[in-house]
């Protein structure tokens, strides 16, 4: 059984670029989590989405940042015109349809903005 | 904000001897804390639970203790080896209006275990 896949794992961004981060939960897990590490920091929450709907984004910055859970596919975080600040490494988690338990995570896809 | 704090950066221990990590946290509606193992250039991996109607959770050499008054957990690993070497978090939840907790997580900024053969 398949962890959770994100890719990719680096991502190299001039600044005002665009940022596009994927994430496919595991089997079964209709769940989807994005985290946030900046350097030196602990994980801080971002959103939680189920299929097509955003649950929570209490945790995104108002603007510039945007995510998605389609129907098919994998879930989508998006940094739109990124800036250094946004450099970090950004962790997807999952978990099943019923809530409680610990989530999974995936190895984070690595961003650096030049 | 910081709700839930790990006040030791780095903890170096000799293998086979006990570690104890802790954790405090501030926010009285936390009901659900875990204790995540990370290794570099990986994702964090999930080691051990406390619900808050529990003072005490074991697994194997990891065991988890909550002092709710307090506001305090910690995580001992008895005996410790040098493959526990990692950088480990300490997180909380809140159940939500539903009831039950889900992956809304509050991460601690993590404390560096080195275990030296």
């Known amino acids: 059984n398949a962890g959770v896949m994100q890719n990719p794992r680096h991502l190299v961004r001039r600044r005002g670029q665009e940022a596009r981060l994927r994430c496919s939960p595991m089997k079964g897990h209709s769940h989807v989590y994005w985290y946030r590490q900046l350097p030196e920091e602990g994980l801080k929450f971002m959103v939680y989405?189920?299929?097509?709907?955003?649950?929570?984004e209490s945790g995104m910055p108002k603007e510039r940042f945007s995510a998605e859970f389609p129907k098919e596919g994998p879930s989508i975080l998006r940094i739109q015109q990124v800036v250094r600040g946004d450099s970090a490494a950004y962790f997807c988690a999952s978990s099943p349809p019923l809530s409680g338990g610990p989530l999974h995570f995936g190895n984070g896809t690595r961003l650096t903005v030049t | 904000d910081q709700q839930v704090k790990q006040n030791s950066p780095s903890l170096s221990v000799q293998e086979g001897r006990i570690s104890i990590l802790n954790c405090d946290y501030t926010?009285?509606?936390?009901?659900?804390f875990l204790w995540y193992k990370k290794y570099p250039a990986e994702g964090p991996t999930f080691l051990i639970s406390i619900s808050s109607i529990k003072d005490k959770n074991e697994d194997g050499r990891f065991t988890v203790f909550l002092n709710k008054s307090a506001k305090h957990l910690s995580l001992h690993i008895v005996p410790s080896q040098p493959g526990d070497s990692a950088v480990y978090f300490c997180?909380?939840?809140?159940?939500?209006?539903?009831?039950?907790?889900?992956?809304?997580?509050?991460f601690g900024q993590g404390t560096i275990l080195t275990v030296h053969p």
């Open positions: 997180a909380a939840s809140a159940s939500h209006a539903g009831g039950t907790s889900y992956g809304k997580l509050t």
């Open positions: 926010n009285s509606m936390f009901d659900y």
């Open positions: 989405l189920q299929k097509e709907n955003i649950i929570d």
